[in-house]
């Protein structure tokens, strides 16, 4: 049974060099699993992430690892991030050309498999997927960068992947999320979220996680 609402904090926004104690801190307020962006400098203009830091993350928190690959061939690395101690792997639509080996590959290590798709990528393109995959994260802002601003005709995606997909998939949004907009998402049939800003820049951390419930 998928609760209400997981919420995932991003350790994009979290302090690098205080990486443990920021991981404690959401860890300790509530949150369910950690979100790590994984970018390679081409899918995405911003490097971030590798394995070694997952691995070291794994070794400090029993959170379930939400690791979001924004790279280009996904399939190269899905081995390694497995080993490393990843729980779900998420990968883009637009990264690679055929879909299904690749969710294949990731279940073939008993973890959970997701797709994402850009701002701009229909919700259509998920539909023949979606009887195979744990979790579908629909970006609501470019994905490269924390700190944007909503796209709120991002969220008209929602619904029409609820409306296609079973009980259980985990629909998850990612990409200015806040107090305000986790209720626009909620609303529309979203189960989880990804903050990053919203969570580890707020005064009081418990709050915001609260607040996006």
Known sequence: MIKKVIISPSILSADFCNLERDIKLVESAGADWLHIDVMDGHFVPNITIGIPVVESIRKVTS?????????????????????????????????????????????????????????????????????????VLIMTVEPGFGGQKFILDCADKIPLIKEKASESLIIQVDGGINSETAGICTSYGANSLVAGNYIYKSADINAAIKSLL
Not at 121 to 132: E, G, I, N, R, S
């Open 63 to 135: 959170m379930p690892l939400d690791v979001h690959l924004m790279i280009e061939k996904p399939e190269k690395y899905i081995e390694v991030f497995a080993k490393a101690g990843a729980d779900i792997l998420t990968f883009h639509y637009e990264a690679v050309s055929d879909i299904k080996p690749i969710i294949d590959l990731i279940k073939s290590y008993n973890i959970k498999a997701g797709l994402s798709i850009k701002p701009k990528t229909p919700a259509q393109v998920v539909f023949p997927y979606l009887k195979d995959l744990d979790l």
